[in-house]
């Protein structure tokens, strides 16, 4: 492991305070997402709603990213990439629940697979135990790589579906 990864870190208490905020936010954008749509003003209310239940998940993930980098533990091109791929993931993930809209349920794996990776490479880089574990560039370059994927492929879909 990298010297820089050596050093002692205090307890992720600021990502433990986060993490029942963005569970909470995730189970009700995958509820919203998963309930049927109603028609008219009810389903401009239901899309208001999946706005802002995302909005408020992917902020809450972006804090805890922003957590994440200021640790020190998370590889230089890493913060460089989440500036990027975790916004762009936010989009996807609402996209996605477009698609849901549109009965194509199966989209509903983008969102649910996008927070929970976010979260935990986010809870990585500020435990040390995982850090032993899993080495800074295969996790980095498997969890970027998913999360360019998971983003990447809800926009091409609902353009082609």
Same mark, same amino acid.
């Given at each position: #492991?990298?010297? /820089?990864?050596?050093?002692? &870190? +205090? *307890?992720?208490?600021?990502?433990?305070?986060? @993490?029942?905020?963005?569970?909470?936010? $995730?189970?009700?954008?995958?509820?919203?997402?998963?309930? =049927?749509?109603?028609?008219?003003?009810?389903?401009?209310?239901?899309?208001?709603? *999946?706005?802002? @239940?995302?909005?408020?998940?992917? %902020?809450?993930?972006?804090?805890? #990213? !922003?957590?994440?980098?200021?640790?020190?533990? #998370?590889? &230089?091109?890493? +913060?460089?990439?989440?500036?990027?791929?975790?916004?762009?993931?936010?989009?996807?993930?609402?996209?996605?629940?477009? #698609?849901? +809209?549109?009965?194509? /349920?199966?989209?509903?794996?983008? =969102?649910? !697979?996008?927070?929970?990776?976010?979260?935990? $490479?986010?809870?990585?880089?500020?435990?040390? /135990?995982? !850090?032993? /574990? @899993?080495?800074?560039?295969?996790?980095?370059?498997?969890?970027?790589?998913?999360?360019?994927?998971? +983003? %990447?492929?809800?926009?091409?879909?609902?353009?082609? !579906?």
């Amino acid at each position: #492991m990298d010297a /820089r990864y050596q050093r002692t &870190r +205090s *307890a992720p208490i600021g990502l433990f305070l986060l @993490l029942p905020i963005a569970g909470l936010l $995730y189970v009700l954008l995958l509820q919203n997402a998963w309930g =049927p749509f109603q028609g008219g003003e009810a389903g401009i209310g239901d899309a208001f709603g *999946a706005f802002f @239940l995302a909005s408020g998940l992917w %902020i809450t993930l972006i804090v805890m #990213m !922003l957590v994440a980098v200021d640790s020190g533990a #998370m590889p &230089r091109w890493c +913060s460089i990439l989440a500036a990027i791929l975790v916004p762009l993931s936010g989009v996807a993930a609402f996209v996605a629940v477009d #698609m849901c +809209s549109r009965n194509m /349920r199966w989209a509903i794996l983008f =969102p649910g !697979l996008l927070a929970p990776l976010i979260a935990f $490479y986010a809870i990585w880089t500020r435990s040390p /135990r995982l !850090l032993a /574990r @899993l080495p800074a560039q295969s996790t980095s370059l498997a969890a970027w790589g998913a999360i360019l994927l998971l +983003s %990447i492929a809800p926009l091409l879909l609902a353009n082609w !579906l």
